[in-house]
């Protein structure tokens, strides 16, 4: 199974608060979960990325927390600023020459607007 | 430096017609993608090249879809007698290497728009 289940779909926060996004995978054989910031009539920018043999990665403001036990991971946006009001993806990928490698595969999207 | 560049940036056409879709790649990026962003589907994979080919072509939505890529660098998505459901934006994306863990820079996007 190749998808990536993402929630919620939209989310509003608070400038200052806490944006929370999860998603979910099926896949064991994806290694490398990175997700996107989407604003638009623009592409997707990579934002934050991790492979799954750390259970925490941080930069900045952002933070992704990786459960592989539980096939879960999740973008924390600390500070929330409504420059940050764009659309969130997660994705993930697979090395290797098998099928469905290197694509990346998206969660649906989560929408967040950060009011003032 | 340029990132990835696509043109058109918007195209309108008619049911039936043939359209041509460009993606200029990061210069020296040897992987080059295509993805399709629609409403109702989302972000789909459409096709990926290493160099000059494309080993897997399963993700194309149809035989009306088909991809090149010359030189190492532009790549060219054409469709053929184009639908109403073709309509969506068309995501090109390059990376330094086919690794799964490069990172992928994607362009603008093409609008397509079929009437």
């Known amino acids: 199974q190749q998808q990536v289940k993402q929630s919620p779909q939209s989310l509003i926060v608070q400038k200052g608060g806490i944006s929370i996004i999860n998603c979910a995978y099926e896949?064991?054989?994806?290694?490398?979960f990175p997700w996107y910031q989407q604003f638009p009539g623009k592409g997707p920018a990579l934002l934050i990325a991790?492979?799954?043999?750390?259970s925490e990665k941080k930069e900045g403001r952002f933070t992704i927390s990786f459960n592989k036990s539980a096939k879960q991971f999740s973008l924390h946006i600390m500070d929330s600023q409504p420059g940050d009001s764009a659309t969130y993806f997660c994705?993930?990928?697979?090395?290797?020459?098998?099928?469905?490698?290197?694509?990346?595969?998206f969660g649906k999207g989560t929408k967040l607007s950060v009011i003032p | 430096g340029a990132g990835v560049s696509q043109s058109p940036s918007n195209k309108v056409t008619e049911k039936g017609k043939d359209v041509e879709l460009r993606c200029d790649p990061i210069?020296?990026?040897?992987?080059l993608y295509w993805y399709r962003q629609s409403l109702g589907q989302g972000l789909e994979f459409l096709i990926y090249?290493?160099?000059?080919?494309?080993?897997?072509k399963s993700g194309l939505p149809s035989d009306r879809f088909s991809a090149e890529r010359t030189g190492g660098s532009v790549s060219t998505l054409t469709i053929q007698r184009t639908q109403q459901e073709d309509s969506a934006v068309y995501l090109c994306?390059?990376?330094?290497?086919?690794?799964?863990?490069?990172?992928?820079?994607f362009g603008p996007g093409t609008r397509l728009t079929v009437l």
């Open positions: 896949n064991t054989a994806f290694d490398y």
């Open positions: 210069s020296g990026h040897t992987a």
């Open positions: 090249f290493q160099g000059n080919s494309a080993p897997d």
């Open positions: 994306a390059s990376s330094l290497f086919l690794v799964s863990y490069n990172e992928q820079f």
């Open positions: 991790i492979r799954p043999d750390v």
């Open positions: 994705a993930a990928s697979i090395g290797g020459s098998g099928a469905g490698s290197y694509q990346l595969t």
